[in-house]
């Protein structure tokens, strides 16, 4: 089945730094990768996501691109600020009529002001 | 997301009791999703549903069952809890299978 994986568990970066977030998937035929933001007891929230006909997506500060060829996408902050602390998480799923998304195990940031 | 709520907030019971946890949503979705997040383990799905009369196992669903009670309704049960079922529980919705997914605010369930 599909598998995603996600690094690094934890990232600390200096306020104003940028931040990369890799994940990786196993499933060539997943075409959809979202990427989750979740603040400290909240819920994760959708920031930004990517089908797999687009290389790369920005909105803002974050961006996200996309390499099918080797199955991995990678969530990009610049100018980070302590409000981006939170955990990160990416997904990917194939779509279809019973699809599902599969989840990374997650990204801890800390920027430090 | 206030368009989906899930009650209780937090939770304690005791080794073997049964517990249900609840999820509603004003979103109109078909799909809903129940997961379960732990320190390290990312969001792992246990249930979900794409309709009122589908139901599907996650890749957690040993000791847990579903009701989907209606569109708006998709409750989750833990027929014996156990301590190791001591974690943070989130139910979400999409319109469409395998895309963008709104998740409710979770229960914190603790198992003594």
């Known amino acids: 089945g599909e598998n995603v994986e996600q690094h690094p568990s934890t990232l600390s970066v200096q306020e104003g730094d940028s931040a990369v977030i890799k994940c990786t998937y196993s499933d060539s035929a997943s075409n959809y990768f979202p990427w989750y933001k979740q603040e400290l007891g909240k819920r994760p929230q959708l920031i930004i996501d990517?089908?797999?006909?687009?290389g790369e997506k920005k909105d803002q500060r974050i961006a996200v691109t996309l390499n099918k060829t080797a199955k991995h996408f990678s969530l990009h902050i610049t100018e980070t600020q302590p409000e981006d602390s939170a955990v990160y998480f990416c997904?990917?799923?194939?779509?279809?009529?019973?699809?599902?998304?599969?989840f990374g195990t997650g990204t801890l940031l800390a920027v430090q002001p | 997301d206030a368009d989906v709520t899930q009650t209780p907030r937090n939770r304690i019971t005791k080794t073997g009791k049964r517990i249900m946890l609840e999820c509603s949503q004003t979103?109109?979705?078909?799909?809903m999703y129940w997961y379960r997040q732990d320190p390290g383990l990312g969001l792992r799905l246990i249930y979900y549903?794409?309709?009122?009369?589908?139901?599907n196992k996650g890749e957690i669903s040993d000791g847990y069952s579903v009701s989907r009670q209606a569109q708006a309704k998709f409750s989750l049960s833990l027929e014996s809890a156990i301590p190791n079922q001591t974690a943070l529980y989130f139910c979400?919705?999409?319109?469409?299978?395998?895309?963008?997914?709104?998740f409710g605010p979770g229960t914190r369930l603790l198992v003594l």
């Open positions: 997904a990917a799923s194939m779509g279809g009529a019973t699809n599902k998304l599969i």
């Open positions: 979400a919705t999409s319109e469409h299978p395998g895309e963008t997914q709104y």
């Open positions: 990517i089908r797999s006909n687009v």
């Open positions: 549903s794409f309709d009122v009369k589908d139901i």
């Open positions: 979103k109109g979705h078909d799909r």
